[in-house]
C-alpha cells in the first residue's frame, strides 16, 4: 500500500488553519519546520499506530513526540484515568489520587523524598531553577549549550520576544567538557543556584550522547561543595529508560527533577520530585495553575508508573528499538547510505552519514510516509511498549522500498 | 444536615501529603491559605455540588476557581470530550478540532482574527506579552498594581525564587486611574509593548471594581498612537460574563486576550486569542508545550463556547448570582452585619465591611462549610450555569444558619 501524500482533506484543513491561526499552525508540531509532505492533522491513534485525516495508517516513531510510552489508548490507563473522571477531574482541590502519586514516585525513583504535578515540561523545570533560587538564595543556573529546556524566556530555542535580561543569570557550557564547566562554574562563583542538564544530550539534529559518569560526579560535587542543586530535566526522557530516573544507572542522584510527555501515557501531566535537600525551596515557592490538581491525569500518571515499575515494558521498548536500529542499519549500508544511529535505543536518532542539509533525510523520511511509516528527519524519535517485533519488520520493509525509491530519484550518499 | 469538618479521612490524606508533598500542598488550592475547617481534598462533583473525601456533600461555589462554568460534568462537554478521547487525544500533530475551535472563536469573540491554544493561564498571558514585544520590539509592559496575571517569574504573586531582572520591565500603575495611567506610559517611553488588563479588578481580598471605560478608552488610545498591544486578561472573567470577551460590554477591543479557566469547562485549555495588528508578533515567538495539540480539551472547549453562545447559560447564571447576593446581603443585615459585595454577579466577592483581618469571614465561611455550602473567604467566588433557584435558597438557608451560629459564638460585627 502506497500513501499520497499531503491529501486533500488536510490541505483542506492546512487552508482553514492559515486563517485563524498564525503561521497555519504554532510550535513543535507544526509541519512546516520539517519536510513537505508531512501530514498536518491526525484522526485517529491506537498502540504504535497513527492515522491521518486522510485515512493513510502508519506505524508510528514519535509517539506523540515523547508522551505515548505503553501504546496509545493503553487499555489499564484510560480506564484509571476515566473512573477518575467520572468521578472529579478539576474541583475545589486534589483528590487521594496526588497523594498515591507523590507516594509512587517517592517509592520508585532512586533519589526523590516529595513530589509537586504541573501540565507542562517547562513548568517543571522553570519551577526546578525557581525552587532552586529560592532554597540557596543565589542566581546563576548553568546548563549546556544548545540543550532545550522548554519554550520560557530564559530557556526558549528562540530570543524573538526574548530580552537579554531574561537570561543574564543563565551560563551555557559545552556538554561532556568539564573544563567548560569548569569555568561556567567559576563565572558563577558565589552566585550558582543550580546546574541543570538533560537526562542525555538530545539536540535536535545532532549526534546524541550520553552524560559521561565523569560529568555527572563532577556536576553533582560542584553541587555539593557549593550548595547549590543538581537538577534534571528528565522531561523528554522520564520513564522510557529507567523508572527509577534516567541518571540511575550512572549512579548519579540530582536533588530535583523535572518530569513530563510519558509520565501519564499522554495525558496532561508534569511533575518535579526532589530530594529533602531542595524541599525548603520547593516550600517557599508559589507556583500553580487552573488544571494542575486535575485527577484524571493523575490517575492515567499513576496508572503509567506502576505498570513500568512493575513490567517489562521498558526492556522490551529498548529490544524494538535495537531490532529497528540494526535493521536500518544493514539496509541503508545495503542502499549504499551510512547512518549515524546515537542514543538510546528507546529514543533513536537517525542521521545520514553526510546530509549537512538534511536533503537525504527529508526524502527518506518522506519516502517512508508513503510507505506507511512515520519517521522524523531531524528529532530523536521515540518507540513505545506496543511496537512488537512484527510491526518493526514491516517498518523495516517500508524503510527499504523509500530508501530504493530516493535512490531511484538521484538521491544519493553523500 | 451538618458537616463536622475536617474529618478523619481529609486529616489522614493531609498527614501522608505532609511526608511527599513539600508544604503537604501546593499554589492556590492549599487549604492552609485559608481558614482552617476547609477540607483539602475531594471525592467527587456533580453540576454545582462537590464532596469531600469524607462524604460531605456542600452546594459550591468555588467552582473549581473558575473552570466549572455549565456545571460539573456538563453531559454535551463530556460526550464530546470522551468521543475525540476515543479517536486521539495527543498524537503527532493535531486534529481537525483545533481548526474549528480556533474558527469558533474567531467567530465568537468580538476582537478577534485568529486564536492559538496551550494548557495554562499564565501559558497564554505569557504568550501575550512575548507576542507584543516580539511584535513590536519594544519591552516594557504596563500592568494593574496588585493584579494577578500568572505564576511566572514576570507576574508571579511571590518575590521568591523571582530576580529583579525579571520583572525590570514591567511597570505598575493604579487601576482606573487615568493620571496614573498616564505615568506609566511617560515612564515606558519609546519602550511600550503592552498594556495588560484583567477584565475588571479582582485582586485578592479586596472588593472587585470594573474597568471604567475611560480608562478602557485610554488604553486603546495608548495602544493606538504607540503602535503597543492592548491585552485583555481574561483567563478568570472569560466565557462567564460575555461570551464575546469580557470587554464587549464597554466597546472596547483589545488587540490579544488570554483565556483559559471556563474555555473548556473544566477540561485543560488556555487560548490567545488575536486580531491581525497582532499576528506578525503571534507569528514569529515560539511557544509550545507537550500537550498544547491534545484534542480532547479542545473537544470540550469546543462544545463549552457553544453551548455559551447558543444558550442562556451565561443570563441565567447572572440571574442566579443575583439572587444569592440580593439574599445574602438582607439576611447579613438581619444578623447585624454589612456586606461589601462586589464584581460581576457571576463572580461574586463578598466582604464583611470592617473585617480587615478576615475573623469574621473565616469564622462565617467555615460556619457555611458545616451547613453545606462551600463559599470562599477572600477570594472572589462562582456560581455556573448548573445552579438552580432551589440551589441558592438551600444555600441561602444554609449561610442563615452560619450566620447565627458564629453570632452564638461570640463573632460580632466591628
Redesign the interface.
Known amino acids: 500500500m502506497t500513501h499520497h501524500l499531503p491529501n486533500s482533506h488536510d490541505l483542506a484543513?492546512q487552508a482553514?488553519?492559515s486563517?485563524?491561526?498564525?503561521?497555519g499552525?504554532?510550535?513543535?508540531?507544526a509541519?512546516r519546520s520539517i519536510a513537505a509532505g508531512y501530514?498536518?492533522?491526525?484522526?485517529?491513534?491506537d498502540g504504535c499506530r497513527?492515522k491521518d485525516?486522510d485515512g493513510n495508517e502508519y506505524i508510528?516513531f514519535?509517539c506523540?513526540?515523547?508522551?505515548?510510552v505503553l501504546g496509545?489508548?493503553h487499555p489499564q490507563v484510560?480506564v484509571a484515568a476515566?473512573a477518575q473522571?467520572?468521578?472529579?477531574?478539576?474541583?475545589?482541590?486534589?483528590?487521594?489520587v496526588?497523594?498515591e502519586l507523590?507516594?509512587t514516585?517517592?517509592s520508585t525513583l532512586d533519589f526523590a523524598?516529595?513530589?509537586?504535578f504541573q501540565?507542562?515540561?517547562?513548568?517543571a523545570t522553570?519551577a526546578c531553577?525557581?525552587?532552586?533560587?529560592?532554597g540557596t538564595g543565589k542566581?546563576k543556573v548553568i546548563v549546556a549549550k544548545g540543550a532545550y529546556h522548554g519554550?520560557?524566556?530564559?530557556c526558549?530555542?528562540?530570543l524573538?520576544?526574548?530580552?537579554s535580561?531574561?537570561r543574564?543569570?543563565v551560563i551555557t557550557f559545552d556538554w561532556n567538557d568539564i573544563a567548560s564547566l569548569d569555568t561556567a562554574v567559576s563565572h558563577a562563583g558565589e552566585d550558582l543556584a543550580a546546574i541543570l542538564l538533560t537526562a542525555f544530550r538530545h539536540d535536535v539534529g545532532k549526534d546524541q550522547e550520553e552524560p559521561s559518569v565523569e560529568m555527572l560526579r563532577k556536576a553533582r560535587a560542584v553541587c555539593d561543595s557549593t550548595g547549590a542543586m543538581l537538577i534534571i530535566d528528565d522531561?523528554r526522557a522520564g520513564f522510557r529508560l529507567d523508572v527509577r530516573g534516567s541518571w540511575a544507572p550512572y549512579g548519579v542522584k540530582p536533588d530535583l527533577a523535572a518530569f513530563?510527555?510519558a509520565i501519564a501515557n499522554?495525558?496532561?501531566l508534569a511533575a518535579v520530585a526532589?530530594n529533602d535537600r531542595a524541599?525548603e525551596?520547593?516550600?517557599?515557592?508559589?507556583?500553580?495553575?487552573?488544571?494542575?490538581?486535575?485527577a484524571a491525569?493523575m490517575a492515567a500518571g499513576l496508572a503509567t508508573v506502576k505498570i513500568l515499575r512493575d513490567t517489562d515494558a521498558i526492556a522490551h521498548t529498548r529490544a524494538m528499538g535495537d531490532r529497528l536500529r540494526h535493521g536500518l542499519d544493514g539496509m541503508a549500508r545495503a542502499h549504499g547510505f551510512t547512518l549515524r544511529q546515537t542514543g538510546p535505543a528507546q529514543m533513536p536518532m537517525v542521521l545520514f552519514d553526510g546530509d549537512v542539509d538534511l536533503r537525504i533525510a527529508n526524502a527518506f523520511t518522506v519516502a517512508a510516509l508513503r510507505h506507511g511509516i512515520?519517521l522524523h528527519p531531524k528529532h530523536n524519535m521515540f518507540l513505545c511498549a506496543a511496537h512488537q517485533p512484527e510491526d518493526i519488520d514491516r517498518a523495516l520493509e517500508a524503510a527499504d522500498l523509500a530508501l530504493r525509491d530516493i535512490v531511484a530519484a538521484g538521491v544519493v550518499p553523500t
Do not use: C
Not at 499552525?25 to 508540531?29: A, E, K, L, Q, S
Not at 501540565?119 to 513548568?123: A, L, P, R, V
Not at 531553577?129 to 529560592?134: S, Y
Open positions: 484543513l482553514r488553519a486563517q485563524v491561526i498564525p503561521n499552525m504554532w510550535g513543535h508540531m509541519t501530514p498536518q492533522f491526525f484522526a485517529s491513534a497513527v485525516v508510528d514519535m506523540a513526540w515523547g508522551p505515548n496509545y489508548k484510560q476515566l473522571m467520572a468521578a472529579v477531574d478539576s474541583g475545589n482541590g486534589p483528590t487521594e496526588v497523594v507523590a507516594e514516585l517517592v523524598d516529595w513530589a509537586m501540565k507542562n515540561g517547562t513548568d522553570t531553577v525557581t525552587m532552586a533560587r529560592a542566581r519554550a520560557a524566556a530564559w526558549s530555542p528562540s524573538v520576544g526574548v530580552m535580561d531574561d543574564v543569570h522531561v513530563s510527555k499522554g495525558w496532561p526532589g524541599r525551596g520547593a516550600s517557599k515557592i508559589f507556583t500553580t495553575g487552573s488544571f494542575w490538581y486535575g491525569a512515520y
